[in-house]
Every structure is written in C-alpha cells, then in structure tokens.
C-alpha cells in the first residue's frame, strides 16, 4: 500500500539556522512527490514537486528537495530559516495515472526560535 | 488570476444535518479533487472530478458525496452528519484528469464545518 512517512511531528529550530524536513514513501511505481505548507487557518501552498529527471528540485522560498530513490526519501531542506518558515509542512506522492488523488504524510510542524 | 475559491469558509450544523459545500476552481482548470483534513486522521483523499465525471474516490461511507458542473465548479455534500465529520474540508483544482501525467493541485483555503 502507499504511504507517506514524516518521523518528525514537530520540529524547532532557530531564526538563521538550516532546516531539513524527513519524507519518507512506500510506493511501487515511480512516484510524483511533493511537499506542501500550511500556515494556520490556510489551505496547502505547493513549494515544489518532483516528477523526473534532476533529483534535487528547487522551489519557492528558498526550499530545496532531494529525490533518493534507494532510500525511498524526499528530504525537504532550507540553508536558513526564517521566522516566517513557521507553519506545517506536509510531503504527499502521487502516481501518473492517480490524477488528483495524493498520499499525504502526517504533517512536521515547525517552530522558529528569534 | 483568482484562486480556489471555497465557500462558505466556516460552518456549524448538528447531528444528523446536511452539508453542502462549494468549490470553484481557477479559470481553465477542469480537475477538481476533494480532501478531508482532521487532527487525527490527516490529509485524506476524499474524490476527484474532471469533465463532470467522478475519476477518483477515497475509503469514504457513502454520505459523502460530490458532483461537478459543467463550468467545473463542485460541490460535495455530507448527508446524516456525525460528530466524526468535524474537519476541514479542502478544494483543489488542476489542469489535468486523472489519466494524463504531471498533475499539480492548488488548494483552496477550506470549509471549516464544525457538527454538534
């Protein structure tokens, strides 16, 4: 069965300092992955998606996500966080012929310290 | 270019009521996919329509249900209420169907219905 596995529910790090966010998968195809943000009372915001080719995809923000295939992984990094990084982070995978249909993983919900 | 736009944005019904909420998707976007956000449970895929046609549905009971428009607008409906159906209820539309490749969701902001 898919799933989507984010071991970290909650993070903390401080204004300045690097952020990586886990995202590991279980799927049998090649996988669609994405990582979405939410911030309070808000619907999901994409910062990046991966379908093929590079693994490591740049996105908005300053976001950064590595595709590592032996490891099921999609990591979602930051050089250096800013406060208004604070807002929970979800990864999700889709499938080519699943249209709309996506995998999310539990949410990490970050804090930043000033 | 305007958003998803879902409505109404904050609800309260009781028990055993009826639900219905709208979506309407970003011009040209002919996809649109339902998702149900709780503390518990997460993100969970509801259904998604293209071109009037449900593509995709979710391990959701039968109360809930959906339809869309011509102008791919969508509506999805909760019958018989529960307690359990507190949650958030997100949108999203996209240019592709369920049986083309890359396809990229943008949500809306959500209908919060709160059953007492």
């Known amino acids: 069965a898919q799933s989507v596995t984010q071991p970290d529910i909650h993070i903390t790090v401080s204004e300045g300092a690097s952020l990586e966010l886990r995202c590991n998968y279980s799927y049998g195809a090649t996988p669609y992955l994405f990582w979405y943000v939410q911030s309070p009372g808000q619907g999901l915001q994409l910062l990046l998606k991966?379908?093929?080719?590079?693994?490591l995809v740049q996105g908005i923000k300053g976001f950064e996500a590595e595709f590592k295939r032996s490891q099921s992984s999609f990591n979602l990094r930051k050089p250096s966080v800013h406060w208004s990084d604070a807002a929970e982070y979800f990864c999700?995978?889709?499938?080519?012929?699943?249209?709309?249909?996506?995998?999310f993983g539990q949410g990490t919900e970050l804090s930043v310290k000033p | 270019k305007a958003g998803v736009t879902q409505t109404p944005r904050y609800l309260i019904k009781t028990r055993g009521q009826q639900v219905t909420l709208s979506c309407s998707p970003i011009?040209?976007?002919?996809?649109v996919s339902w998702y149900q956000q709780t503390p518990g449970q997460g993100l969970q895929f509801l259904f998604e329509y293209f071109s009037e046609t449900q593509r995709n549905k979710g391990n959701f009971p039968g109360r809930f249900s959906g339809r869309q428009f011509s102008n791919s607008r969508s509506e999805m409906n909760v019958s018989t209420l529960e307690l359990g159906d507190s949650a958030l209820y997100l949108c999203?539309?996209?240019?592709?169907?369920?049986?083309?490749?890359?396809?990229?969701?943008?949500f809306g902001a959500g209908s919060r219905l709160t059953v007492l």
């Open positions: 999700a995978v889709g499938a080519k012929n699943q249209g709309g249909k996506l995998i």
């Open positions: 999203a539309s996209s240019l592709a169907g369920a049986l083309s490749g890359a396809n990229v969701l943008t």
């Open positions: 011009s040209g976007h002919r996809s």
């Open positions: 991966y379908f093929s080719g590079d693994t």
